[in-house]
């Protein structure tokens, strides 16, 4: 497994150095889909190079985050029906570390959003549930999210029955 994850962080990184050319972009997105890479990328926060590393194997989404070689965050999901969906790092006044914001699919329609301090508990500081797509944005190094829990029973006749959840990342 690890000769596996190495070999799709080497091949990430070549893919992203030789971009230059058309038909060596095509040759490695082929090859990096080949041995199931889903996402790489290389992001500065708070003037720190991370790396984020998404796989599939074994029928699940493994996210990796890293710091100079040394991992920092490792999770994994089932891939058909709680697969990974994105992933951002974020940085606050209000935290010491920088943070991952990571959303899975939930089932057929929902997503799990769970925001993780990295370098720090491997349980996510929040994790969100929604029944429909978690909406997000970003304001003054805060996450703002809208998600929908469970349906409302008495809300039958609702144009749309479910339970609002928002909130505010991290509070003041």
């Not at 999770?75 to 790092?89: E, H, I, T």
């Not at 925001?115 to 190094?141: A, E, F, V």
């Not at 609702?158 to 990342?169: C, L, T, V």
């Amino acid at each position: 497994m690890r000769n596996l994850i190495l070999s799709l962080c080497v091949l990430a990184i070549c893919f992203e150095t030789s971009a230059e050319s058309k038909v060596s972009h095509e040759k490695w997105s082929a090859e990096l889909i080949e041995k199931g890479l889903l996402f790489f990328q290389r992001t500065e926060v708070q003037e720190l190079v991370f790396d984020i590393l998404v796989y599939t194997a074994q029928s699940m989404d493994h996210l990796i985050i890293s710091y100079e070689g040394n991992t920092l965050l490792e999770k994994s999901q089932g891939s058909v029906s709680s697969g990974f969906r994105s992933v951002k790092l974020m940085a606050s006044e209000k935290l010491e570390n920088p943070y991952a914001v990571v959303i899975w699919q939930k089932g057929v329609h929902g997503e799990t959003l769970e925001i993780y301090q990295l370098g720090g508990k491997s349980s996510p500081l929040l994790s969100i549930n929604s029944s429909w797509p978690i909406k997000y944005s970003i304001k003054d190094d805060q996450l703002i999210y809208e998600a929908y829990g469970d349906r409302l029973d008495e809300a039958k006749d609702s144009e749309f029955p479910f339970e609002k959840i928002s909130g505010i990342f991290p509070k003041d």
